[in-house]
Structures are given as structure tokens and as C-alpha cells.
Nanobody
């Protein structure tokens, strides 16, 4: 399986962006797809997950109520809609896939073996 992330850009605080993670080589329903982000000088952190099967979503506390993860099976794509963006959301965003993570492990980047290239999100104040 391969992942292709896109949709980053520069916006002002309060704006919105939608990131896309296109999955190829396998259907996404067999994978948990997770978005992580890494700000300059900081560790990679969990943002949101869409569990395999598509029935469960999880969010990091800083993005709850502002970000929405969703999928479009026909396009084999997972989206991350980001609203009310803040300067602290500035980071490189990565999507990752795993067929094995469970609820106790999915927030750790260490459990993912397939990664897309990052896409830069910059939010100015």
C-alpha cells in the first residue's frame, strides 16, 4: 500500500484547509488511517484516526471540534478537514496506515509502517 498526502498550504488564523490522503495498492477499508503532524523542533504528534472499517474516529484534544476525519471509499481517500485553524496548528502533516493498530496503540507513530510524504500547513496570525 502507498499513501499520497496533499492539500496543505498557507492560511490566516480562523481559516480552513482540507488535506487528502490517497491510498493506492489496497482498499483503505482494511487499514486504520491516521494523521500526524510535526512542528519544527517538536516530536511527531497524533492528530486524528479513522479506524479500519470506518466506524470509529479519534481526535487529539487540541483539534477536537475543529478537525474532522472522513473517507470516500470510491476514491480510496481519507480527508482531514481543518477549520478554525490556529497558528499552533502550523506543522508538516503526514498520513500513515496500519492494518494492525488497536485503540491502545493507534496514537503512537511507532506502530505505523506506511507513510505518505508530508504536506506543509502554515497558519499565520
Amino acid at each position: 500500500v502507498q499513501l499520497q498526502a496533499s492539500g496543505g498550504g498557507s492560511v490566516q488564523a480562523g481559516g480552513s484547509l482540507r488535506l487528502s490522503c490517497e491510498v493506492s495498492g489496497r482498499t483503505l477499508t482494511g487499514y486504520t488511517i491516521t494523521w500526524f503532524r510535526q512542528a519544527l523542533g517538536k516530536e511527531r504528534e497524533f492528530v486524528a484516526s479513522l479506524f479500519r472499517g470506518g466506524s470509529s474516529t479519534f481526535y487529539a484534544d487540541p483539534v477536537k471540534g475543529r478537525f474532522t476525519i472522513s473517507k470516500e471509499n470510491a476514491k480510496n481517500t481519507v480527508y482531514l478537514r481543518m477549520d478554525t485553524l490556529k497558528p499552533e496548528d502550523t506543522a508538516v502533516y503526514y498520513c500513515a496506515a496500519s492494518a494492525c493498530v488497536i485503540t491502545s496503540t493507534h496514537r503512537s507513530h511507532l506502530f505505523y509502517d506506511v507513510w505518505g510524504r508530508g504536506t506543509q500547513v502554515t497558519v499565520s496570525s
